[in-house]
């Protein structure tokens, strides 16, 4: 297990963000986290991160360090492409660098400044950044918004690749059901506030060689959208 | 754009000087004809009033002439010069680090922040008759008038900057693991960088108007004892000229210190 929170508690003045929720993430897990805006998932993650404490309850953090690819992009506005990626590393040679670079698609932006870029660019230049960081937890708030569906897949391969590699836990937020049958080992479907888990998904099939059209996803998937007309 | 060199990456500054030039636009001739109705109003009303009460544009532009021939010029501006440099650079090593502390620290900023409007609600007039009692009547007095009226804008821009830091930006770096050194390099620095801009544009066109000022009142040398001597002497139009250049040497400072600052971020201003 590298993070645990038990029975917290969320508030913000008088709004109870989250009361009595509980989850964990394991080692080298993808926990995919799917919920309606403003139901609590980006102060999920900052209670991860340590950004924000919990009114009440537990959390507890055994990794090293933690990444974080922000809601917003949170790039250094003074800073360019290159400079933005590789300040979190400074271990981190050039080329390594240039090929992360690469690999989200901006080379050629490398000394551009953030605000000469699309949202989409930036999106992916803190992708890179927080990808450059050493760390065994991966926190990822919406990271492939604002792409187009070519990138998209792109990007979730990326992402299935990096994982392969270092194995190490992400929690991802999104509002793609898609994304989150391809990428996780478990997905959470919360409800709005107070946030509880409604349903939890395991998905036992090896992400290299899943299928939108395998049968166990089309399932999931149509329990998640019922959800959701529901009114979760 | 696809053959990268690791030069490409900086090759954002050799633009930079590129970006800046552009920006200087060329005088219009909106502005050209607006100098000349001035002047010639100027010229009009000169004619109803003796040289005493107000010289005209010509007898002016005379005594400049002869300012600008004789040693005077650089000599005062150089005295003025050097007096204000020193209380500006006193106000900002101050400013700054009374500012940072007040923007670091809420204890310090509850205790210091009143002691700071207090100084700047003090009329300059007041520090002057005061400083004129103090280091009495030499160049010490007016560099201490321009260090007075300079500190308080230096401190409360600052901390304004603090202010407005974007916390969101703190966070990454918290995230990120960042350093003490580099959150204050990487982040906080450059986010007070605008206000320490706009601070320095105020307090040196202040502290012209101060330092001369101080110098006609307390000093018999530089460019404020240049209108003493000129007042004494009945020559309004050396008081016109020497205002004329005082009013450039002002204007122009401004502009050096925009300009230098403009240079450092000239492709980063572009909206966010
Ligand atoms: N710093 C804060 N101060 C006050 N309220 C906050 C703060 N941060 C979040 N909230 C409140 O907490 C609730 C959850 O916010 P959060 O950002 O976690 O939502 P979200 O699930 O990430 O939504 P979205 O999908 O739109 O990003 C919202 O109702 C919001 O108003
Ligand atoms: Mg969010």
Request: glycine share 6%.
């Amino acid at each position: 297990m590298i993070f645990n929170m038990a029975n917290v508690c969320k508030n913000y003045g008088n709004t109870e963000v989250l009361s009595n929720f509980s989850t964990s993430v394991e080692m080298e897990e993808v926990v995919c986290i799917i919920g309606p805006s403003g139901c609590g998932k980006s102060t999920i993650l900052n209670l991860i991160s340590g950004l924000a404490e919990p009114s009440a309850g537990e959390v507890a953090n055994y990794s090293t360090a933690i990444s974080y690819v922000f809601q917003e992009d949170r790039l250094l506005p003074w800073r360019n492409v290159y400079e933005n990626i590789h300040i979190v590393n400074q271990n981190c040679s050039t080329k390594a660098c240039l090929s992360l670079i690469k690999d989200v698609g901006l080379q050629g932006f490398e000394g551009y400044y953030p605000s000469e870029l699309s949202g989409g660019m930036r999106q992916r230049c803190s992708l890179a950044r927080a990808f450059n960081f050493e760390a065994d937890l991966l926190l990822m708030d919406e990271p492939f918004k604002s792409l187009d569906y070519n990138l998209r897949i792109e990007m979730i391969s990326l992402l299935l690749k990096l994982w392969d590699s270092t194995r190490k836990a992400i929690v991802f937020v999104t509002h793609e059901i898609d994304e989150a049958l391809l990428l996780g080992d478990r997905i959470l479907l919360l409800s709005s506030r107070p946030t509880k888990i409604v349903k939890e998904f395991k998905i036992t099939a090896p992400k290299k060689c899943r299928k939108l059209a395998d049968l166990q996803m089309v399932q999931i998937r149509s329990e998640i959208i019922k959800s959701f007309q529901a009114g979760i | 754009m696809k053959n990268f060199t690791t030069n490409r990456i900086w090759s954002a500054k050799s633009k930079k000087k590129l970006a800046w030039s552009g920006q200087q636009k060329p005088v219009k001739l909106e502005s050209i004809l607006l100098f000349a109705v001035i002047l010639l109003c100027w010229q009009g009303l000169s004619t109803f009033y003796t040289p005493l009460v107000l010289p005209g544009p010509v007898l002016t532009f005379k005594s400049l002439m002869t300012i600008f021939q004789s040693d005077l010029l650089f000599s005062e501006t150089l005295i003025s010069f050097k007096r204000l440099m020193l209380g500006l650079m006193g106000a900002v090593l101050v400013g700054s680090v009374v500012g940072i502390i007040i923007g670091l620290n809420q204890r310090v900023r509850r205790l210091l922040e009143p002691l700071v409007y207090f100084v700047q609600s003090m009329p300059p007039i007041l520090y002057i008759t005061l400083a004129m009692i103090w280091f009495g009547l030499n160049g010490q007095a007016t560099i201490f008038i321009v260090f007075v009226a300079s500190v308080p804008i230096m401190v409360v821009n600052i901390k304004e900057g603090f202010d407005n830091i974007d916390i969101k930006l703190i966070q990454m770096g918290r995230v990120f693991k960042f350093s003490k050194t580099k959150m204050i390099r990487e982040i906080i620095l450059p986010s007070l960088k605008a206000y320490f801009k706009s601070a320095l544009i105020i307090i040196i066109g202040l502290g012209w108007k101060v330092v001369v000022m101080g110098e006609v009142l307390s000093a018999s040398t530089g460019l404020g004892s240049r209108i003493t001597d000129a007042r004494m002497n009945l020559q309004t139009d050396m008081v016109f000229a020497w205002g004329i250049i005082i009013i450039l040497l002002c204007y122009t400072s401004q502009k050096v210190i925009s300009a230098l600052f403009n240079l450092s971020t000239a492709r980063k201003q572009y909206d966010l």
